[in-house]
């Protein structure tokens, strides 16, 4: 049964840093790749970042590229997500997800919520002073 859990969310101030982290179960690691998502209250579910299988090739949003840093590490099975300067507008609910295998070991061009198959719960941002 293929299992995805996030942690690391939390309340920080603007201009902290949060590392989140999506322990994954089920399945191999280095098989499929992940991606990060993101979801604000009224707003529709926005794909941020995602990581490739195999050479770990890496794609970010605008919205968050230079600040966060996505990563993998296959021996703990978890995938991380580095964000700093973090800023109001980052608050949402993140969510890790695994990329169709139809993929192949690549992030899609287009992040979105249909290249998924399984999703873990989520884990809540706050950015407030």
């Known amino acids: 049964q293929v299992q995805l859990v996030e942690s690391g969310g939390g309340l920080v101030q603007p201009g902290g840093s949060l590392r989140l982290s999506c322990a994954v179960s089920?399945?191999?690691?280095?098989?499929?790749?992940i991606g990060w998502f993101r979801q604000a209250p009224g707003k529709e579910r926005e794909g941020i970042s995602c990581?490739?299988?195999?050479?770990?090739?890496?794609y970010y949003a605008d919205s968050v590229k230079g600040r966060f840093t996505i990563s993998r590490d296959n021996a703990k099975n978890t995938v991380y997500l580095q964000m700093n300067s973090l800023k109001p507008e980052d608050t949402a609910v993140y969510y890790c997800?695994?990329?169709?295998?139809?993929?192949?070991?690549?992030?899609?061009?287009?992040?979105?919520?249909?290249?998924?198959?399984?999703w873990g719960q989520g884990t809540q941002v706050t950015v407030s002073s």
């Open positions: 997800a695994v990329i169709r295998s139809s993929y192949g070991n690549n992030c899609p061009k287009v992040l979105i919520p249909d290249a998924t198959s399984y």
């Open positions: 089920g399945f191999t690691l280095g098989y499929l790749p």
């Open positions: 990581i490739s299988s195999g050479h770990g090739n890496t």
